[in-house]
């Protein structure tokens, strides 16, 4: 089996690449910078979704029988939703390749839970409700996927939720310092629900659905997602233990809003890009739960349970992340 996978340098899309390879799959990768937490192999491709003709030829040579697109401008910017057309472009182009190769039978195209508001569960497939410009991007994408009847003979549309784990983005590592430093805190004593996605269990789920029966995957939409929710709070705790430090101290609701104020002051005026801030606040107090039934019944029990997840974590914090980190600083 022949998978191309783009946006293969990412969080998700190295760790899928690695996972693919080891299991016998002859991966290739695309993305427009080599990678960072995982070693380079040749069939790596560095490549912009913009150059439509390279593209082209990657495809036409590579003549892959399944694809992940995974590529994408992921943050959460007040740039207009004109600056994220790589999340629109980009998959009118791979669209365009994999319609004059005639090769490709299944594409999983990657979107987002934020083409609704955070904490707003859509009634169905097709209720969008973004509140960023990168939401919106991804509301485009699913139109044009769901216009096209997905560009191949089988598809899905994937949503992940927040995905953690080893390799995670450096605004999700920055939780791993602050907690470590004792800079982080929890706002308020409320229990907050989330759907969260432990990298090795959503790179587990993916390769499940491109080994499904055609029946059981084409048209769906699927939230990548752990079946059981964390709590935000045990969840920062045990990984304050797993990094040697005592749990994080707790806020009262309206002090942390007072300083998510303060954060949005700072961020207009003299420190651009503080990261506390009201609507930083609102997503981190905001409880979601997604139905994952669909994607239960397709791949199964998961490999990782949370506590072994957040032994994982810590463990490639202490022993890769963080001395790449002091390194480079």
């Not at 003709?53 to 697109?69: C, F, G, K, M, N």
């Amino acid at each position: 089996m022949r998978i191309l996978v783009t946006g293969s340098s990412g969080f998700v899309g190295s760790a899928l690449v690695e996972r693919l390879r080891r299991n016998g799959y002859e991966t290739h990768g695309i993305d427009a910078k080599p990678p960072r937490w995982r070693t380079p192999h040749a069939n790596d491709h560095v490549l912009d979704l913009n150059d439509s003709a390279s593209l082209q030829r990657i495809v036409d040579t590579v003549r892959p029988e399944q694809i992940v697109h995974l590529a994408a401008r992921t943050d959460l910017s007040s740039d207009s939703v004109i600056k994220y057309n790589a999340n629109i472009d980009g998959v009118l182009h791979l669209m365009r390749a994999i319609g004059r190769a005639g090769c490709v039978d299944r594409v999983l195209w990657t979107s987002t839970q934020l083409v609704s508001r955070v904490g707003r569960i859509p009634a169905h497939d097709t209720d969008y409700a973004p509140d960023t410009s990168y939401g919106e991007s991804k509301v485009i994408t699913e139109r044009i996927v769901r216009g096209l009847d997905g560009g191949a003979p089988e598809w899905a549309i994937l949503r992940p939720t927040t995905v953690w784990g080893p390799g995670m983005s450096d605004h999700y590592l920055s939780l791993l310092r602050y907690l470590e430093r004792r800079l982080y805190f929890h706002a308020g004593s409320q229990r907050v629900p989330k759907s969260f996605s432990y990298i090795h269990n959503a790179t587990y789920q993916i390769e499940r659905l491109l080994s499904a029966p055609a029946a059981a995957v084409h048209g769906q939409t699927f939230y990548i997602a752990d079946y059981e929710p964390i709590d935000l709070r045990s969840w920062c705790d045990a990984l304050s233990a797993q990094l040697g430090v005592r749990p994080a101290p707790v806020v009262p609701a309206p002090i942390a809003r007072l300083l998510g104020r303060l954060g949005d002051l700072l961020n207009a005026t003299v420190a651009p890009g503080f990261k506390f801030t009201s609507f930083r606040l609102r997503n981190i107090l905001t409880p979601y739960v997604f139905d994952t039934r669909n994607l239960e019944a397709v791949v199964g029990p998961l490999p990782h349970d949370q506590a072994s997840a957040v032994i994982q974590t810590a463990a490639w914090y202490r022993e890769i992340a963080k001395p790449a980190l002091e390194q480079s600083s």
